[in-house]
């Protein structure tokens, strides 16, 4: 249970109404936003930027630093022009924390809308304090089933505050399919799936990849679920090499792939294909697996060959990628593309809310976005189910380039308009 997730908890409204009449202030002295001097709207942010996903908050003080200098400037509305600040908090990787600050940018910073992202572990929990506490709430970076079911979403009702657009299950399955299809790998997979949001939604038996690694005539080999930080995978690695298994698939967090891997070699199971969910994401992760990084795949949500440019700045992807890598002396990493596009979602809602004081305003325009941004088309009206839109994904592999890694597209069956800039390779 989370901090507010009971219907006898008050909402934030109801709060701040309630206080203000046991504060009997003359109406004269009530302040609005309305006929403040400098009118600010406040968008509250969380993400794991320590813990296990950090590697999803890597970007996160360019990203915003960024975002936040074209929002000193202020955004347009209704012939006015508001200031946009943004707060952010570090979840911590941890989902009771990110409900906790969710709370606090909801009860306590009083912030208009709410954004989240990197996994359900905080797209869910800030969510669900956005629906109990009746605030605006935008999400991504999260496959569209852990969030929406995982909240126990109801297709015919969906949910009143919150939306979240990124691809889902169906999508990184296509995607994996397209990878594996030439590799000339043994349709035998060995899978991974934790016992989290995301491993219990990727390793679902009927809306999971099992029913469509089957329909695909693949033979998976799944041991059941692991506890998510652990460090022993000698039962899982002996069940693969008994069945055979060439493939290996899943959804982990870095830490878990980078034992299961180190295992895998010391115990001789050597798979020709590893195509690994959320861990293999980042270069970070794949510079510290040395060697042992090179061929490794993973779906591919951004890239700077995307070619949509920013409905905020105009930017191409190529030109933000490189932005950060400038400005970082890191190279590029996926979740800059999903950052930026997060608060180009919201600009553009600040921008076309009837009334910023009504959240109801503010819901319209979420409801009616129809905005192509860095990461692709984002549009509430195209969706599996409400609250829910989607953006494109296609596949690659990590191949080393002289002391390098470079992550290279080389299955996009599914969205063409990204291109393909490398050939698949099994591992040696």
Known sequence: MTLFDSKKQISRR??????????????????????????????????????????????????????????????????????????????????????????????????????GDSTPDTTNPVADQAEVNEVPCITTNCPWQPYFFGRNGDPAKGFEYTYHFFWGLEDVIAAFLDLWGSSGAEKKIAGLFPNDADGNAWGDPKLGLPPALADAGYTLTDPGRYQPLSDDFTSQISAFKEAGCEIVTGNMIPPDFANFWSQAAQQGFHPKVVTIGKALLFPSVIESLGDRGDGLSSEIWWTPNHPFPSSLTGESSADLANGYMKATNRPWTQPIGFKHALFEVTADVIRRSADLDDPQSILEAIRTTNLTTVVGPVNWAVGPVKNVTKTPLVAGQWQKQGDKFELVVTANKNAPEIPTTGEFKLLS
């Open 14 to 115: 109801n709060l701040l109404a309630g206080a203000a009449v046991g504060l009997a202030a003359p109406a004269i002295l009530y302040r609005t936003r309305a006929y403040a001097a400098n009118p600010v709207i406040k968008v509250g942010h969380v993400s794991p930027k320590t813990g296990p996903l950090a590697g999803f908050g890597e970007a996160d003080e360019y990203v915003i630093a960024q975002i936040q200098k074209l929002f000193n400037a202020g955004l347009e509305n209704n012939g006015k022009t508001y200031t946009v600040e943004i707060i952010t908090k570090d979840s911590q990787s941890n989902p009771n924390r990110a409900a906790e600050v969710a709370a606090e940018l909801i009860l306590g910073e009083e912030v208009d809308i709410i954004v």
